[in-house]
């Protein structure tokens, strides 16, 4: 009974952090229509500058410029790249795929700045651990679930109560609609954008704290399993990518602690059994959990 637990609260830290990196899928894709495939070189961005500057600046300050440059690339990359092209809907597709070129660039000059290494981003928590009952956590876990729910229902709070949460809202409706009714779409896009660099690269400081050696190359890598938590919830749900994420968190975190059980399915499945959750539930939800039929005019 205690393996169960300790596995459930891995899978829910791990799923509080995937839902903020999913949420940041979630918000680009309803601002834009685009699938942001730079994601996770945004959030290994975020985790190099929290490194190299945790020294100089400490761990807050550190993280805070962090936060503030990531979401800044990630806005500059939206406003000056992908919408170079236009913001018409249809060309979504074509700024999809740009953002795996974006993606490919960044992940190659970080690889090679970070090379072989293994670097600590000085998070305060450091391999400490605290007796829940009887499980023993990680500190990094508890501050984990603690500071994405304070995050993520922040950002809920935006969505719900200011103007940007409205437009954002009222321009993933009907876009030609909000722009007549005075919503800039261009502002709305922009700044959804940085907010989901900005997530991104609060959830790189969880992904490489302890349990994790450190950050290391291939930490961008982790973030694409908050792809299927997106797609699970449906792309267009921000209560369905927190949903996704937790599914996938624990799925994750059951299949690993009990891998000696499931040998028959092979060594790593782990690695896995996200993508292979998604394409079952998509076989019966193909909108994912809380996706709608959309109304198409004929």
Avoid at 44 to 73: K, R
Avoid at 135 to 158: C, E, H, K, N, Y
Avoid at 203 to 217: S, Y
Avoid at 266 to 289: H, I, N, Q, S
Wanted: net charge negative.
């Amino acid at each position: 009974m205690t393996t169960f637990l300790d596995n459930v609260f891995n899978g829910l830290a791990l799923g509080a952090v995937y839902a903020l990196v999913a949420l940041g899928f979630v918000i680009i894709f309803k601002a834009s229509g685009v699938m942001n495939f730079a994601q996770g070189s945004l959030l290994l961005l975020g985790g190099y500058l929290t490194a190299v500057l945790h020294d100089d600046l400490g761990f807050a300050g550190a993280l805070a410029v962090a936060v503030l440059v990531t979401a800044a690339v990630a806005g500059a990359m939206d406003r000056f790249l992908l919408q170079a092209g236009g913001t018409d809907p249809h060309s979504a597709h074509v700024q999809t795929i740009v953002t795996i070129g974006v993606d490919i660039v960044i992940l190659t000059d970080l690889s090679r700045r970070i090379g072989g290494d293994l670097l600590s981003l000085g998070d305060p928590w450091g391999d400490s651990v605290s007796g829940l009952g009887p499980v023993t956590v990680a500190d990094s876990r508890i501050a984990a679930i603690v500071v994405s729910t304070v995050v993520i229902g922040a950002v809920f709070a935006l969505f719900r109560y200011t103007s940007w949460g409205l437009a954002l809202r009222a321009s993933a409706e009907d876009v030609e609609a909000a722009a007549l009714m005075g919503v800039r779409l261009v502002r709305v896009r922009t700044l959804a954008w940085c907010l989901a660099g900005a997530l991104a690269a609060l959830a790189a400081v969880f992904l490489a704290a302890f349990p994790a050696p450190g950050l290391e190359r291939t930490t961008g890598q982790i973030a694409l399993k908050a792809f299927p938590a997106a797609i699970l919830g449906g792309m267009a749900s921000p209560p369905g990518a927190l949903a996704g994420s937790l599914l996938i968190g624990l799925t994750e975190a059951l299949v690993a602690g009990y891998q000696s059980d499931l040998h028959v399915l092979g060594e790593g499945f782990g690695d896995v059994a996200p993508y292979a959750v998604m394409v079952l539930v998509l076989l019966v939800r193909p909108t994912g959990l809380f996706g709608g039929k959309a109304a198409v005019r004929v």
